[in-house]
C-alpha cells in the first residue's frame, strides 16, 4: 500500500470516528421526508412518480388539484405508502383543503432541507448560525431556467441586490481559520451562467459572451467593491465551453485583471475536464493573478447520458463512478500542485476524495489554510462538522429563492441523494464500510474492467452508446442506429461550418445540368436559385426542364424498370448506403448549402442532412427485412409465399423546407424498392436537389434508374403526374397541390398499366395545449421553438397555441417576453433561430395573413427589428384567435403563431382537433390522467408529449398525418416501403399422391425477381 493511500486511510478513518460522534441520518431532517427518501431507495418506480409530485406540486395552487395529482401518481402503488395515499385520498374527499396542505407543507419540508432561505433576509438566519460553526458560505440565487431577456435581467438585478444585502449584513465578519483569509473573502456568491441570458447557443459563443458580459460587469464591480467573491457555477456540457470561455475573456479585461476573488467550476465527471482546467492554469499564468477553481464530480450525469444518447453524441462524461472519482483526484493533484497561482475549493462529500485531498495537500507541502472545502446545504451535516474539528475551512453552498424556481435544483438534490452510485447513500443508509469507502477508485475500475466481458467493455471505454440490439422483439426502430447530430458546442464543428459556408459562397452562380439516363441534360433556360437573406445573390442555376425533357425522363425511367427491379434489393440497399456515406462526408457543405439556399439556421440544416442519411439508412434495413418471399403460415402439404414487386416508375415531387432530407427520403425508399425515379426538386430549392442528383450518382446509380428534373410544377409536374406510365407519385408539399395530384391520380388514362398509388403528405395547423399544471419552463421554450424554429416553415410547427383560462395571464406573459428575445437574423451567423422566409411570394401571402390576423384577432406582438434586406418576417403572435377565424384553420407557414384560450381541457381538446388536418399536436402537462387522455384524444399523425412538436427522427418517430394532412403513410416509420411496393403471394400445392415434405422453408428466393 502507498504511503499516500495509508494517509487517506488515516484521514478518512478520523473523519469517519468525528462523523460517528455526531450520529445524524443521511437526511437531517426526519419524518415525512425520511420515509419518503427511504422508500425511494427500495422501489425504483416510487421514486420515478415521487420525484415527479414533487416536480409538479409547487406550481398546484388548489388544494383539489394536489389530492388529483397523489391520487392519479401513486394509484397503484403497493409499498408502505400505500395507507398514506389512501387515508389522505378519504380525507381529502371529505375536506380536500386540509390534505392539500398537509401535503405542500411536507413537501416545502422537504425543499427547505435543500433551500436555505426564501429570501436573502430570510437566509441571513442561516448564515449566522453557520459563522457560529466556523462555517462559512457561498449563496446561490435559485432560479435557472429563464426563457427572455426579461427574466435574465431580474436575475441580474437579484444578484446585485443580494451582494449588497449580504456586504451589509455580514460587515465585521472575519474568516473562520483567520490565516491566508485574503485568499477567502467572507462573501462569497455563486452565478449561473445560463440564467443571466436566453438566447445561449453553444454554436455562437461569441454572441453569447457579447451579451453576458456586460451583464456580468456591473456584478463584478459591485463584487470587488465590497471585497466579494464570484464564482461561476458550471452547469450542463451544452453551456460549458462558453462558460470557460466568458470568464477567461473577462477576467483578461484590465478592470478585472488583477482582481484574485474570482472563481469557476471544473467537474471531474467530464473526460475533457483534465484539459480544461490546464488551459486555464496556463490562462492564469498568462493572466499573473490567482484565481480559483471549485472541483466537484458534476450534478448532470443522468441528463448528459441521456442528452448524448439520444442525439447520437459522444457521451461526455466517464461511465463508471469510479473513473469520475479517480479523474477527481487526479484534478486535486493538477490543482495542488499549481496552488501558486490556483486556490482549490473541493465541492464533495465523498470522505474519500476529500481525505485525498488533505492527504496530497500534506505530501506536497500545501497548507490546510490555503484550500478549502465546500458543502451543500442539508447534506452531510457530520461531515462538515468533522472538518471544522479537524482545522479545515468549510463553506456551505446555499441555495436561496422559492421552492417553484428551485424545483431543478431539489430535483438533483433527491437524485443524488438516492442514487446508487452516490457516496451518501453507501455511507449512511447502507452502512457501507469504512475499508469500502476508502478504497482508491483506481483499484475499481481496474477490478470493473476486468469483469467485464470483452464485448461489453467498449461500451464503457468508448465514447457512443452501445448499438441498438436488433432482434425480432425490437422495435421496428431498433433495426438500424440514427446518425449523431453534429454537436456545435465544439469549436472544430463551428469552424468547419464556417469553412463550409465560406467554400458554398465562393461556388454561387455555378450552374447544374438535368439528369436524365445518366447524361446531363443542358436545356436553352436556367432556373436562378436566390438566397433568402439576401436576394441579389444567386446561389446557382440549374436548367429548367420543359415537356420534351419530361417526356425524355418518363421514356429511360421506364426503360430501366426491368433491369432495376431485378437487381438484388441487398445491391439497392447497398447503393443507399454508399449515398448516405457520401452525405456523411459532405455533410458540412450541403448544410452550408441549405443555409444559404433555404434560410436553414445551421443546427436545423444539419438535422435535416441527418434526416436524409437516416432515411437512406434505415430504408435499406428495412428493404433487407420485407426483400425476400416470406412464409406466410405452416400448413401441411400447401407453401404460400407472400413478398413485394416494385410499382415501375415513380415521381418524386418534394418541397423546399427539408430540401435534402425529404427529397433523399423519398427518392431512397423508391429507389430501394426496386422503382426507378424521376425526382423534381421544389423550385425554391433545386441547387439541394442537384447535389442530391451528384450524390447518388458518385454512390453508382445505374443510368435511368434516378432522374432528376427540375423545372416548373405547374408545367412539368402536372404533365407527370397525368402521364400514363408513371405508375406511383409521392409527393410532400402544399394541400393545394397535394390534393390536385390525389384526384388527378384517380383518373385511368389510355394505355396505363396500373392504378397510380399516391404518397401523399401535405400540411398541417398544429395544436399545442398547455394544461394548467405544465412545466412552465419547458412548455414556453419549446412552444416558442416549435412555432418559429425555422421561421415556422415546418409542416409539423406549431400555429394554434391553445391556453387554459386558468394559466392563460401567466403563459402569455412569458410567452411575450420569450418571443421577444428570440435572435432574428441572417441564418449564417450561428445561433440565429429565426431566419427569413423563403421567397417573395410567401413574404407576401405572409403578410397578408398577418393583416387578416389583425382585423380578426389583436396583434399581442411582432418583433421590431428585423434585417433590412431579404424576406424577413417578424415573429408574430395573435391572441383573442377564435376557432372558425382564419387565421386558426388555414396554413400560414410563416413565423405566425395564433393564440386560443379556452375554458377547460375538454374545450382544448375539441379546438385542437376541429380543424381539417391531423398533423403534428403538443400537450404539455405533468397530470399523468390528462397525459393519458391527450394521448388517446388528440387527432394528429405526431402526438407529441412535454416537447416540441417538430424535429420527427427516422425510426423513432415515423412522420405523416391523416385527414387533410396526408394519406396516413408515415416516412421513417416500418411500413413506409410498402407504399411502394405491389404484394403479391404465390401459393404452391406440395402434395404427390398424399405425400407432402416434411419441412416448409420460412423463405424462397426462387420468384423473387419480376419479369415485367
Ligand atoms: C459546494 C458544491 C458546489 C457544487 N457546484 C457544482 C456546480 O457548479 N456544477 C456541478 O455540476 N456540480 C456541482 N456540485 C457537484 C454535484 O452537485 C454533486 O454534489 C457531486 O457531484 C457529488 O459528488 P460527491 O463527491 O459528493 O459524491 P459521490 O457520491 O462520490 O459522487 C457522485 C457523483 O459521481 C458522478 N457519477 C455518478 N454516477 C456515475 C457514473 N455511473 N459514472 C461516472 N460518474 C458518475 C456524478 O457526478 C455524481 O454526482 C457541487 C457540489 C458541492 C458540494
Not at 340 to 356: E, K, L, P, W
Request: overall charge neutral; aromatic content about 10%; hydrophobic content about 40%.
Amino acid at each position: 500500500m502507498s504511503s499516500l493511500q495509508r494517509e487517506i486511510e488515516a484521514r478518512g478513518e478520523r473523519i469517519f470516528t468525528l462523523v460517528d460522534q455526531h450520529p445524524e441520518s443521511l437526511f437531517s431532517k426526519a419524518g415525512f421526508y425520511q420515509g419518503m427518501m427511504a422508500l425511494s431507495m427500495r422501489d425504483e418506480h416510487f421514486k420515478v412518480q415521487l420525484f415527479r409530485f414533487v416536480d409538479v406540486l409547487p406550481s398546484l395552487r388548489r388544494s383539489s388539484d394536489i389530492v388529483e395529482h397523489l391520487e392519479e401518481y401513486f394509484a397503484g402503488i403497493r409499498n408502505g405508502f400505500a395507507p398514506f395515499i389512501d387515508t389522505g385520498v378519504r380525507l381529502a374527499r371529505i375536506v380536500p383543503w386540509v390534505s392539500g396542505r398537509v401535503l405542500r407543507w411536507n413537501v416545502s419540508g422537504m425543499a427547505r432541507q435543500f433551500i436555505a432561505g426564501k429570501n436573502p433576509n430570510d437566509v441571513m438566519k442561516t448564515l449566522r448560525k453557520r459563522r457560529a460553526q466556523k462555517i462559512g458560505f457561498t449563496v446561490d440565487l435559485l432560479g435557472e431556467a429563464v426563457v427572455s431577456e426579461k427574466e435574465a435581467d431580474e436575475y441580474a438585478a437579484r444578484c446585485l441586490d443580494l451582494l449588497d444585502g449580504l456586504g451589509r449584513e455580514t460587515r465585521g465578519w472575519t474568516d473562520a481559520l483567520e490565516k491566508n483569509s485574503a485568499l477567502f473573502p467572507v462573501v462569497n456568491l455563486s452565478v449561473k451562467i445560463s440564467a443571466l441570458y436566453s438566447q445561449m447557443n453553444p454554436a455562437d459563443p461569441a454572441d453569447a459572451i457579447a451579451h453576458l458580459a456586460p451583464k456580468l460587469r456591473p456584478i463584478l464591480r459591485r463584487a470587488r467593491e465590497l471585497g466579494a467573491f464570484i464564482n461561476f457555477d458550471m452547469e450542463s456540457y451544452v453551456h460549458k465551453n462558453i462558460t470557460l470561455e466568458l470568464f477567461k475573456t473577462i477576467f483578461t479585461e484590465k478592470e478585472f485583471k488583477d482582481w484574485p476573488h474570482a472563481g469557476i467550476v471544473i467537474q471531474a465527471y467530464l473526460r475533457d475536464a483534465e484539459a480544461n482546467l490546464r488551459d486555464l492554469i496556463s490562462w492564469a499564468h498568462a493572466r499573473g493573478t490567482r484565481f480559483t477553481v471549485r472541483l466537484v464530480k458534476g450534478a448532470y450525469w443522468d441528463y448528459e447520458t441521456i442528452k448524448s444518447r439520444q442525439n447520437g453524441w459522444d457521451c461526455p462524461v466517464y461511465f463508471q463512478k469510479p473513473e469520475s472519482d479517480v479523474n477527481f483526484e487526479e484534478l486535486t493533484r493538477l490543482l495542488l500542485k499549481n496552488e501558486s497561482i490556483v486556490t482549490a475549493a473541493f465541492g464533495s462529500h465523498n470522505v474519500r476524495s476529500i481525505a485525498h485531498g488533505q492527504a496530497l495537500a500534506d505530501e506536497l507541502g500545501v497548507d490546510r489554510s490555503r484550500f478549502e472545502f465546500q458543502l451543500l446545504y442539508g447534506m452531510a451535516g457530520p461531515i462538515k462538522r468533522a472538518l471544522v474539528e479537524m482545522g479545515y475551512r468549510v463553506r456551505e453552498y446555499c441555495p436561496v429563492g422559492e421552492l417553484l424556481p428551485g424545483m431543478s435544483y431539489l430535483v438533483r438534490r433527491l437524485l443524488e441523494n438516492t442514487s446508487n452510485e452516490g457516496f451518501l447513500r453507501a455511507k449512511f443508509s447502507e452502512n457501507v464500510s469504512a475499508d469500502e469507502l476508502l478504497r482508491d477508485p483506481k483499484e475499481l475500475v481496474r477490478q470493473n474492467r476486468a469483469n467485464l466481458s470483452e464485448t461489453t467493455i467498449p461500451a464503457i471505454t468508448e465514447d457512443r452508446a452501445p448499438k441498438n440490439g436488433a432482434s425480432i422483439e425490437s422495435p421496428p426502430g431498433d433495426i438500424y442506429e440514427n446518425s449523431p447530430l453534429v454537436n456545435f458546442v465544439y469549436q472544430e464543428s463551428q469552424e468547419k461550418m464556417r469553412t463550409a459556408l465560406h467554400e458554398v459562397r465562393n461556388r454561387f452562380g455555378e450552374k447544374y445540368p438535368l439528369v436524365i439516363g445518366g447524361e446531363k441534360v443542358w436545356t436553352d433556360k436556367l432556373t436562378p436559385s436566390v438566397n433568402p437573406s439576401a436576394p441579389k445573390e444567386v446561389v446557382g442555376y440549374v436548367a429548367e426542364a420543359g415537356i420534351p425533357e419530361a417526356e425524355r425522363a418518363v421514356k429511360v425511367a421506364r426503360a430501366a424498370v426491368d433491369k432495376w427491379s431485378r437487381t438484388p434489393f441487398e445491391e439497392r440497399a447497398r447503393l443507399l448506403e454508399r449515398a448516405a456515406a457520401i452525405m456523411d462526408r459532405r455533410r458540412y457543405e450541403l448544410s452550408a448549402l441549405e443555409v444559404l439556399e433555404v434560410g436553414k439556421p445551421w443546427a436545423e440544416a444539419d438535422g435535416d442532412i441527418r434526416e436524409a442519411m437516416d432515411f437512406c439508412r434505415f430504408y435499406a434495413e428495412q428493404m433487407r427485412q420485407i426483400g425476400r418471399p416470406r412464409l406466410t403460415q405452416h400448413v401441411p402439404g400447401e407453401e404460400s409465399y407472400q413478398h413485394y414487386w416494385p410499382r415501375g416508375v415513380a415521381l418524386v415531387i418534394a418541397p423546399w423546407n427539408f430540401p435534402i432530407a425529404i427529397l433523399c427520403g423519398m427518392v431512397s425508399a423508391a429507389l430501394v424498392t426496386g422503382n426507378t425515379v424521376i425526382m423534381k426538386p421544389s423550385e425554391q430549392s433545386i441547387i439541394c436537389g442537384a447535389m442530391l442528383m451528384e450524390i447518388f450518382q458518385e454512390a453508382g446509380v445505374p443510368p435511368g434508374v434516378l432522374n432528376f428534373l427540375s423545372g416548373r410544377g405547374s408545367v412539368i409536374g402536372a404533365h407527370l403526374v397525368d402521364h400514363k406510365d408513371v405508375d406511383l407519385i409521392a409527393f410532400t408539399g402544399s394541400r393545394e397541390v397535394g390534393l390536385r395530384i390525389w384526384e388527378s391520380a384517380g383518373i385511368t388514362r389510355p394505355g396505363q398499366r396500373e392504378l397510380k398509388r399516391v404518397v401523399c403528405e401535405m400540411g398541417g395547423k398544429n395544436p399545442v395545449i398547455i394544461d394548467s399544471d405544465a412545466d412552465l419552463d419547458e412548455a414556453v421554450v419549446d412552444s416558442t421553438y416549435s412555432a418559429f424554429g425555422y421561421q415556422g416553415q415546418k409542416c409539423s410547427a406549431l400555429s394554434r397555441l391553445i391556453l387554459l383560462e386558468e394559466n392563460y395571464d401567466r403563459v402569455m406573459e412569458r410567452l411575450l417576453s420569450a418571443t421577444g428575445s428570440l435572435r432574428v437574423g441572417n441564418p449564417e451567423e450561428p445561433g440565429i433561430m429565426v431566419g427569413p422566409v423563403i421567397d417573395e411570394a410567401a413574404y407576401k401571402r405572409i403578410q397578408e395573413y398577418i393583416e387578416i390576423g389583425k382585423s380578426e384577432a389583436t396583434l399581442a406582438y411582432q418583433a421590431k427589428e428585423v434585417p433590412p434586406e431579404g424576406y424577413f418576417i417578424p415573429p408574430t403572435i395573435f391572441t383573442g384567435v377564435k376557432p372558425n377565424m382564419r387565421i386558426a384553420r388555414e396554413e400560414i407557414f410563416g413565423p405566425v403563431l395564433s393564440v386560443i384560450k379556452v375554458r377547460d381541457l375538454d374545450k382544448a381538446f375539441e379546438v385542437a382537433n376541429g380543424t381539417d388536418y391531423a398533423l403534428t399536436a403538443g400537450f404539455f402537462s405533468r397530470s399523468p390522467a390528462d397525459i393519458d387522455r391527450a394521448k388517446a384524444e388528440i387527432e394528429a399523425g405526431n402526438v407529441y408529449i412535454n416537447r416540441s412538436c417538430t424535429g420527427a427522427v427516422v425510426g423513432r418517430h415515423p412522420f405523416g398525418g391523416f385527414k387533410m394532412s396526408g394519406g396516413g403513410t408515415k416516412a421513417g416509420g416500418a411500413d413506409y416501403l410498402l407504399q411502394f411496393l405491389l404484394p403479391r403471394v404465390v401459393t404452391e400445392n406440395v402434395t404427390r399422391h398424399g405425400f407432402a415434405p416434411e419441412e416448409t422453408p420460412e423463405y424462397r428466393d426462387e420468384f423473387l425477381w419480376p419479369q415485367r
